[in-house]
């Protein structure tokens, strides 16, 4: 168990909590696209953790694409400014997408993810987040799969950074300093 982050960082959902979600999630995706081409795209950095681990809880031949972007550049405030940082290897033309967060916040960095996957033509685009924090949302998004619902508070752990730290925590923690 790491504790470097004792200071800092309180317990939200712990890692037993996060790994049995991931687990149902992965089981409810695998009856969703038994028979389909699922390409699953981990949205980079955030979702790294969580798209690996779902990855290894779906029973199906599927794909996995990295995509790039930012928006919050280290800090606790969306800039709402989202830029692609690294694009997917392949065309999605005709793929079923299946876009994977950590955390659906403002919800301006999946309208944007949206927007330009939509615009590639695939067979489909549905949305896996870990987390939703609806208290900050500024435009509506529809998750498909979603792991937990979490009040407004700033969190960190399982992929979600502070100043790109704590990524590598096994849980869901909550910054103790904003
Ligand atoms: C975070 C998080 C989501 C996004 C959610 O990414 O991983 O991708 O912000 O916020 P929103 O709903 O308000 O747009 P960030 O931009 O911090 O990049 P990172 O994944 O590399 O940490
Ligand atoms: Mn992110
Ligand atoms: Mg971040």
């Given amino acids: 168990m790491t504790t470097f982050h004792e200071k800092d960082v309180g317990v939200l959902i712990s890692e037993e909590a996060v790994q049995a979600r991931v687990k149902e999630l992965g089981a409810q ?26 990855a290894r809880a779906i029973d199906l031949p599927l794909t996995l ?20 940082t690294t694009d997917v290897s392949k065309p999605m033309a005709g793929k079923h997408l299946l876009v994977i967060e950590d955390i659906i916040d403002t919800g301006l960095t999946m309208s944007f ?6 615009a590639r033509h695939p067979a489909s685009v549905k949305i ?18 979603k792991g937990f619902v979490i009040e407004d508070k700033f969190v960190v752990g399982y992929g979600l950074d502070y100043g790109e730290k704590y990524r590598n925590l096994p849980f869901i923690g909550i910054w103790k300093h904003v």
């Fill in 128 to 145: 896996c987040s870990l987390l939703e924090k609806p208290a900050r949302a500024k435009t509506k998004v529809e998750i498909d799969y």
């Fill in 113 to 118: 993810l949206l927007e330009n996957l939509r």
């Fill in 65 to 84: 694409e990295f995509l790039g972007v930012s928006s919050y550049h280290g800090g606790t405030e969306s800039t709402g400014e989202v830029r692609i």
């Fill in 29 to 54: 995706i695998t009856r969703d696209y038994e028979g389909k081409e699922l390409t699953l795209i981990c949205v980079l950095k955030g979702s790294a953790f969580f798209a690996i681990d779902l």
